[in-house]
């Protein structure tokens, strides 16, 4: 991975961090426009004013990335709306590429089932690469916090690609 | 003896997530689009309005073409219509005296042409005056 403190060309980064980073934005919104206004926006803050800065780019940006979902959220008047909008009106598909292999799809699918406050830490520290001291710091909740809602999540996932492998 | 959440946890890995389309890409190249470049952006669009606005102007007030000289009218005909006259019944004044109305009505027709565009102008003037003419009495 291309470090984020030493790169000139965005684009670079972008290419090769974009997805996740998109992913992460999604998870936090309604739509998939409203992805890429909050990617964009906390992107272009990380790179004109952040990533110099010392500690983790990779925690640098996923605030930059809340920060700005939350901001959109509180604009859009939807902060009541947030956990049905996030856990009720999301389309895992366009998540993720499509995958050929059966799991992986199934996988996929699973993901949406998650409450959102799992599928937050899942995403985080899958595709944000965040310790949970990260995430906790991240959520505003404890690391022990974070790392018990990865282990829910985990057990959910597993009970939920079973149950769809033998269906 | 193998984690169950590590084997998950690289599967979750090896989901791709979608990539941001161009637009975002480009929205974004627009947004870091170095300052002196945009300033290059703004300079080149103000040199381009300028050029435009001097070429309107060269061309409204520099090029404008020769041809329209004012057309070089010459005379060529000056008529009179034969006055037509038209005696009322004499009218007394208010000082007393009397006068007989006559209306006189005419047309004057000035011609000119302008041999090289081939133009003419003709001025043509209905005339119309009333006037009186005092009579004696006795």
Known sequence: MHDAHAAQDWRAWFAENGARLRLIARQWTRSEADADDVLQEAFVRFWKHQRHLPGNPNALVVTSIRRSALDLLRRSDRRTLREKAVGEDMETVTWFEPEADPRLAALAESLKLLPAEQREVVVLKVWGDLTFDEIGEQLSISPNTAASRWRYAMEALRRNITARTHD | MTDPDHDLEQALRALRPAAPGPAVTARIDAELAPPV??????????????????????????????????????????????????????????????????????????????????????????????????????
């Open chain 2, 37 to 138: 470049a945009r300033r290059g952006v703004i300079i080149a669009w103000s040199a381009g309005f300028a050029a435009a606005a001097a070429a309107l102007v060269a061309f409204v007030f520099v090029a404008e073409p020769a041809e329209p000289e004012a057309p070089a009218y010459q005379l060529v005909r000056a008529e009179r219509t034969r006055p037509e006259v038209q005696l009322f019944r004499p009218v007394e004044l208010a000082d007393g005296s009397y006068a007989r109305p006559v209306r006189v009505r005419w047309e004057d027709t000035t011609r000119w042409e302008d041999a090289r565009t081939q133009t003419r102008l003709i001025d043509h003037r209905p005339n119309d005056r009333l006037a009186f003419l005092p009579l004696e009495t006795n």
